[in-house]
Every structure is written in C-alpha cells, then in structure tokens.
C-alpha cells in the first residue's frame, strides 16, 4: 500500500475515532432483570404460579412464572405474575430461545410512563439516547412516542412511551448476543428451505 493511500485512510478513521469516543457509555449494563438472568437458560428458582380457583380467586403471594401461553420452534414466551413494580407495571414476559433468556417485556399502562422511566433513570442512568417516534392507531390518528434506549455490550434497553397500542407504554431489554444467535439460525432456516424448492 502507498503512503498516499495510508494517509487518507488514517485520515478517515481519526473522525470515527472521535464519533466513537463521542459516544454516551452506559456504565449500569444489567446481567439480570426483576430477577430474570439475561443470556442464560431461565433459572428454576422461579417457582411455577399455582392454578388459579376463579370460585375462590386470591391474587397469588409470590412472583412466579405461567405456564408459556406461545411457543413457535425455539421460541417460547414465558409469563410471570404477582410482578415487582406491581403499581407501575402490568405485565412481564420473557422471551426463551431453546431455553435461554434472550428479550423480555414489561408493560404499564400509559398513566404510568412518567413513573416508569424516572425508575429506569434512577436504576440504569441517563439513556444513551432519546428520540421521538409515531405510533399510529387503528384509525389513523398519530400520536408522538418518546423512546429511551440504553446501548450496551451485551444487552440494550428501550423504553417506549407508547408501543403496539397508544395506552401502553412497553420496556424491551434484549441479551445481543442471544438474538444475534437465533437471527443466524433464522437466516439459516431461510436458506435451507429456499434450497429445497
């Protein structure tokens, strides 16, 4: 290579050096959510919520995990119920890739937001980003979104001010490494089934 070359491309790089060091370092990436390890198979000390007598209905006393009420292949979703956060929050579900705990979900209603992401500030710092999005509903009607991300090596969090439905607000914590693994498995799938035909 020729030093005109090597200079342009040491050129090129200086600035992207600086973008990169530019850019927000999130220093709370969690291993674990409400107790839920991320990456790793979903642990067995969850005990599996009783049947629920609707004659007799009490709520149930512990956080504890539903039978899956989806699964498709490798993924299953697994439920949980008598949740922390129970004044904030509505529903958690996590998402298992052969077993492994790869996304999970936590849901409020969108009276909540404001309460929701005060206690991701508080519990993982300022996001790394902040933009605006628009949800639309069924009938047309744009409604602003504010989304929170938190970018890590390993895991990326994303609050969403509103997400599928306008009166929801929805958290999505995602393990990268295990989606990457399960997206190459996808394309895979893709691959093999377009040689077959």
Known sequence: MNLQK??????????LQSVIAATPRWQSEPTAV?????????????????PIDY???????????????YSEGSLAI??????????????????????VVG??????????????????????GQPTSIKTDTVRTKA????TSEVLTWSGTNVTIQLHERYDTVTASTMVVTHLQTISARQVERESAVKKAASEL
């Open 6 to 15: 090597l200079t342009i491309i040491f050129a090129l790089l200086i600035p």
């Open 34 to 50: 409400f107790g839920v390890e991320l990456g790793a198979p979903l642990s067995e000390d969850i005990p599996t919520c009783p």
């Open 78 to 99: 697994v439920r949980f119920d008598k949740i922390p956060m129970g004044n904030i929050l509505s529903t958690i579900e996590a998402f298992t890739y052969d077993g």
């Open 103 to 124: 996304a999970i979900h936590a849901s409020s209603p969108h009276g909540n937001y404001q309460q929701f992401r005060a206690v991701l500030i508080e519990r993982y």
């Open 55 to 69: 004659r007799n209905y009490r709520p149930r006393d512990s956080f504890c995990k539903e039978s899956s009420p």
């Open 140 to 143: 047309g009607v744009d409604w």
